[in-house]
């Protein structure tokens, strides 16, 4: 009876997955951004503002739709390799610094005469479909102090997913990359003495 219970006892436990949103540029994108790379440039990622819903590792998503009636999930096997607004911080930081060649501040001091360019992030809307697609709405500044240069802008994207947790997975990953260059692209533009576009995809959430 003692070895009967314990066999009950070992029900087997559901396998973690964990995944990533860290991204890098394409070779070919790199030429489309041309600067001086003599000179180096900072860049100074500040803390990513996500709803409060969404700062945590475990992934949310809805099934059937984005109505009133669809009814939001938290993934506790699917999980971000960190919670979701570090997570985002992490693939913005190294992302945009690819990009640009600039060096992330928080990896290196600096110089009082090298440049910096903070950042601000804020993702204001959000809705991962399973299934279906994914929206999300990001929002940024650009300044550099030094000379009280600056830059915002926004997209707003809509795009259709694979199937399953993975086709959401590489949704959201998908939207970071297009965010991810549209920054980069600012920043080079204000380094280069430039007015930044804002001329990124947007659809209706």
């Not at 939207?175 to 260059?181: D, G, H, R």
Request: aromatic share 8%; proline share 7%.
């Amino acid at each position: 009876m003692i070895s009967a219970s314990l066999i009950a006892g070992c029900a087997s436990v559901p396998e973690t997955r964990f995944y990533t949103l860290s991204v890098g540029p394409e070779p070919s994108e790199m030429k489309a951004l041309p600067r001086d790379l003599s000179t180096p440039i900072f860049i100074d990622i500040l803390p990513v503002n996500v709803p409060e819903r969404l700062a945590r590792p475990q992934l949310v998503v809805r099934y059937g739709g984005s109505g009133p009636e669809a009814q939001l999930f938290i993934l506790e096997q699917d999980r971000w390799s960190s919670p979701f607004n570090y997570e985002l911080r992490d693939a913005f930081a190294s992302g945009i610094a690819s990009w640009t060649g600039a060096v992330n501040k928080a990896h290196r001091g600096r110089t009082p005469d090298q440049i910096v360019y903070r950042i601000a992030i804020e993702l204001s809307q959000f809705d991962a479909i399973i299934d279906d697609s994914v929206k999300a709405r990001f929002g940024w500044t650009i300044t550099r102090p030094a000379d009280a240069r600056s830059a915002a802008c926004y997209a707003v994207i809509a795009d259709p997913v694979a199937p399953g947790v993975e086709g959401v997975v590489e949704g959201v990953q998908r939207a970071v990359t297009s965010v991810v260059t549209s920054i980069s692209k600012n920043v080079i533009e204000l380094d280069m003495g430039r007015v930044p576009t804002c001329a990124v995809r947007k659809e209706a959430l």
